[in-house]
């Protein structure tokens, strides 16, 4: 019998159809389809009580409404949801999975840092302070790239970092320590081989000072533009400084590392109801091979853990992580409801009718690119990590905001998983971009790197996918391959994280 359906958990009592399934078909040899199923959506495995826990992922993702009948199609009007996770005394500890894989490839070739972890690309990075400065920064960066750039055979690219934030903000407000973190951890990023140009205007609130130690701020290292006479002289002074720069950046030369001097990102967008089953467990598995190796892996987006954070926290190696974890939740969680919105905000129509029932059963899929390892760590927005492991870095699921946000955390490479496709990319770090199905993969045949779809159709199980993505990862950071984001320079601004007023 041709294998029609999924199921996560052996606790769940639930599976996902992998395509229609005709009512009065077999499903297997005791189920029998009450109901016509469309692909992706959930069947019962088993009678389930008005009242009773409908399980997915081993979790409760919702409360039958009435009476479900074994072999019935179970849509999103035929449950309730579930209260949020409580997120006072959560466990920490319970879960702690010591007998995730070992990857076989344990070096990759990557620019060493002094105090850092090591760059997956050599960039020469011109931060700006201001948004006003941007125009004037990019003119200078086509030039550099012109004129200056093929001089030097070992940096790979000069990119402007001009983000919205720098003036016109309650520079002291409350919440304005993230977007201020964040230009100061971009400057540090691994990529730029701790070759330090910042360019400021003259008259922002955003002043050297809040974003760099008071050692580095050289004539070397900064300038504003205030200070030069006309277009040309500006121009001049950004150009002259990188020069001096990328001649150091140039000796760099990639050499041969451990997993431990690597730092990536996950991240999911526009997902649908194969995304838990197929790409983000596969990218889960990746992410278990790089942490057994001793790599470093972020994974974040709020909104779409809060649901699983009860789980989350019993993977946390102390209370004071999970208790940060708490803490990360309650944050946005009152972030939310300032803005008048909850959790409730975050499934799209789509998500729904990809056979995602609510945000609960999103969550679960979500998590699942976070792997079973234990969590070391816990980030607010935009700090750095001080371990090498799993961590949660707190960031909005936005995609163009996670982004840079991990950026500022130090990742030097992001995997990325999506249904519905999206040609998002980053200048400062490759992206990888793998789809949860073969129709993505083949609509976007140039834009999507890698297809978990196999999985659904029972061709490839998740440890083959993940193993692709491991090695694919790899081979991006080595420099030995490039995503097809950087292939054509499809690259998002960098939007920042800023929930402080602006004024
Ligand atoms: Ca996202």
Redesign the pocket.
Known sequence: MKNSIIKINENDNVAIALFDIKKGSAVNESIIALDDIPQAHKIALSDIEKGGEIRRYGVIIGYAKDLIKKGSWINEKMLDLPESPALDNLEWGKDINTNTPMPKRRYWYGYKNKDNYAGTRNILGIVTTVQCAAGVVKVAVEEIKRTLLPLYENVDDVIAITHPYGCGVAINAREAKIPIRAVANLIKHPNFGGEIMVVGLGCEKLTFDRILDKSLITKENTLLLQDYKGRDAMVKAIVDMARIKLENLNKRKREKLDLSDLIIGM???GSDAFSGITANPAAGYAADLLVKGGATVLF??VT?VRDAVNLLSRRCVSKEIADKLSSEMKWYDKYLEDGGVDRDANPTPGNKQGGLANIVEKAMGSVAKSGKSPIVEVLSPAERPTKKGLIFAATP???IV?GPSQAASGITLQVFMTGRGTPYGLEIAPVIKVSSRDELKEHWFDLIDISAGAIAKGEKSIEEVGEEIFNFILDVASGEKKPYSDVYGFHNDMCIFNPAPIT
């Open positions: 991240q999911c967008g974040s987006e779409e699921a936005s995609d996670c």
